[in-house]
């Protein structure tokens, strides 16, 4: 399955610029805002689940990801939560959730911050909440394969091919597990058709996204203040506590400062927990559940 290329990805013009995004389902609306790389396609991929319980979910493609411009008005964390909330007045909405996984989280903390009153309900998970640094160890032959076209026909062709690896790297290169306990969150999720089909999806929505990510590793460090404790909406807050990638201290950052905040750590959980993790279908539920109550 390629969920990335089965769905169709729009461009509207918006009062603060052209928006790609990509629109599922029906129901109570639901913004999802993708990492760093990605784009509305990896966002339509990770927020389907909410789709067969309810929801609309509209994927948006960040400045510099696939069909949305990166200008010099759309860099910053606040450029970019305006923007976005001119895609959903774009689309005559007045109020929505908000979910975001890993570098979404700016942006989406601005939103709740800025819009109170649009806002219903701020999902974040695994989500950037203060200054972050893209070191973390890539190197230029990674940074090469993460941003040009030859990572993304790679990782695809690897899709097509090796797709077992695809899941083991998934598990092994966002972690601190052991090498048994690697072993077999890799096999628990090969073993299970939705989460290895995820997965595979997911692979594929990450190379050849330079733009976007280079604007990210300009702008992430540079954060000092997202003025959490002035999010006032319903917020959730998800991490797996072995994540490499965002490590758990952001979300811990975010619920010292954010009030009310309700926080799950999934225990030896990975980036991708909220959907591959064992306990993956309770966690999807709350969130489900927190969008639904707000």
């Known amino acids: 399955m390629d969920h990335a290329e089965s769905v169709t990805r729009t461009v509207v013009e918006t009062s603060l610029g052209k928006v790609e995004y990509i629109d599922s389902g029906h129901g109570d609306p639901v913004l999802f805002v993708h990492g760093s790389p990605g784009g509305c396609d990896q966002g339509a991929v990770m927020g389907a689940f909410l789709v067969p319980r309810g929801f609309r979910v509209i994927a948006v493609s960040r400045p510099g990801y696939l069909g949305t411009p990166l200008t010099e008005t759309?860099?910053?964390?606040?450029?970019?939560?305006?923007?976005?909330?001119?895609?959903?007045?774009?689309?005559?909405?007045?109020?929505?959730?908000?979910?975001?996984?890993?570098?979404?989280?700016?942006?989406?903390?601005?939103?709740?911050?800025?819009?109170?009153?649009?806002?219903?309900?701020?999902?974040?998970?695994?989500?950037?909440?203060?200054?972050?640094?893209?070191?973390?160890?890539?190197?230029?032959?990674?940074?090469?394969?993460?941003?040009?076209?030859?990572?993304?026909?790679?990782?695809?062709?690897?899709?097509?091919?090796?797709?077992?690896?695809?899941?083991?790297?998934?598990?092994?290169?966002?972690?601190?597990?052991?090498?048994?306990?690697?072993?077999?969150?890799?096999?628990?999720?090969?073993?299970?058709?939705?989460k290895r089909d995820f997965v595979l999806a997911v692979s594929s929505t990450i190379g050849g996204r330079k733009a976007g990510l280079n604007t990210d590793r300009e702008q992430f460090p540079e954060i000092a203040d997202l003025e959490l404790e002035k999010i006032s909406v319903p917020t959730l807050l998800v991490h797996g506590t072995a994540d490499t990638d965002v490590h758990p201290d952001q979300t811990e950052h975010a619920a010292q400062h954010i009030p009310n905040a309700e926080v799950i750590r999934v225990q030896n959980g990975t980036h991708l927990c909220v959907w591959t993790d064992p306990t993956s279908p309770d966690i999807q539920e709350r969130i489900a559940a927190v969008m639904s109550n707000a």
């Not at 989500?127 to 993460?146: D, P, R, T």
């Open 74 to 194: 759309t860099k910053t964390p606040d450029q970019q939560a305006d923007l976005e909330l001119a895609l959903m007045d774009s689309l005559g909405l007045e109020r929505f959730g908000v979910m975001c996984w890993s570098g979404g989280g700016p942006s989406s903390y601005r939103m709740a911050v800025k819009h109170p009153a649009r806002v219903m309900a701020l999902v974040a998970l695994a989500g950037v909440s203060e200054k972050y640094e893209f070191g973390n160890g890539i190197n230029s032959l990674e940074y090469s394969l993460l941003t040009g076209g030859l990572g993304a026909w790679l990782m695809k062709e690897m899709v097509r091919h090796t797709p077992k690896r695809v899941v083991q790297m998934s598990v092994t290169e966002e972690s601190d597990l052991s090498k048994e306990q690697a072993k077999e969150l890799s096999e628990h999720i090969w073993n299970d058709e939705e």
